[in-house]
């Protein structure tokens, strides 16, 4: 096992989780058995990110872009969605995790939404790990949704344009309240970010894989993990100045 320094874990994992259908095409399987796959993998790593004390894991479920696949795969998607959910509640209320949506609900089919209102109104007292969907979600609809919003808000006279901060505009995300994302992983070998987070990954350390997300394991997080503990998250600063900013004598 990948060991792991506690202390030095991202705050906030984001995970594009890609290549179920490969998965599936390459075992001459319908792409459907590949997304099922995949949702005993998300248990695994909402289990693993639970028990390390990850505070927020966001996972890309579906995107905008994704209604343009074959009705078919879209309908089977859903009602594993809704399955999932139903299913993992109690698991959830066990393990102290609130759920949270980000994304346009209003596209998805109303018995999916009364599955996440359920789950949502369940688990809201929660105080361990969120756990957010990214569900019918493209990150430049969300910037863009956020821009009307605000420019009703500057209209209406309860906000002035020069009021328009980086972090009042954050207000007006989806995303609004949970801290932009600390490390983001995608499998599969595509190095794109597919309209995830726009905004939130200004400064997010990134990591790929090859592995597609049914063969994604505890040892690959880990693995990943591990990556994002080596690495130096400058933020615009010089090495000199991180290194003398984590020295206590020069603190
Ligand atoms: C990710 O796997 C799941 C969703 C996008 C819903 P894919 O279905 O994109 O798998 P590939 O990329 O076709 O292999
Ligand atoms: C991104 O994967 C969306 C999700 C993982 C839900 P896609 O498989 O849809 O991404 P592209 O279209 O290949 O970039
Ligand atoms: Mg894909």
Redesign the pocket.
């Known amino acids: 096992m990948e060991p792991l320094d506690r202390d030095k874990l991202p705050t906030h994992l984001a995970i594009?989780?890609?290549g179920n259908g490969r998965w599936a095409q390459q075992r001459m399987l319908k792409r459907i058995v590949g997304h099922q796959r995949g949702a005993e993998t998300v248990k695994m790593v909402v289990e693993q990110a639970h028990l390390l004390g990850i505070k927020y894991l966001t996972l890309?479920?579906?995107?905008s872009?994704?209604w343009s696949r074959p009705p078919i795969e879209v309908r089977a998607l859903m009602t594993l969605l809704k399955k999932y959910i139903r299913q993992e509640t109690a698991r959830m209320m066990r393990k102290n995790i609130r759920y949270n949506v980000i994304g346009n609900r209003g596209d998805l089919p109303d018995d999916v939404n009364r599955a996440l209102d359920d789950a949502i109104v369940e688990t809201a007292g929660n105080t361990g790990m969120v756990l957010t969907l990214?569900l019918s979600y493209g990150g430049r609809q969300e910037i863009s949704q956020a821009a009307a919003r605000l420019a009703r808000d500057v209209a209406s006279g309860k906000l002035s344009a020069g009021d328009v901060t980086v972090d009042a505009f954050g207000t007006y995300l989806d995303t609004g309240g949970l801290p932009d994302p600390d490390f983001l992983i995608r499998t599969s070998g595509?190095m794109?970010i597919?309209n995830?987070l726009l905004w939130q990954l200004a400064y997010t350390e990134l990591y790929f894989t090859e592995i597609n997300w049914p063969d994604f394991t505890i040892n690959e997080l880990r693995k990943a993990l591990a990556d994002f503990q080596a690495r130096e998250r400058r933020f615009g600063r010089t090495s000199d100045q991180i290194i003398k900013r984590n020295d206590p004598l020069n603190a």
């Open positions: 594009i989780m890609d890309f479920a579906f995107s872009e994704n990214a595509e794109r597919s995830f």
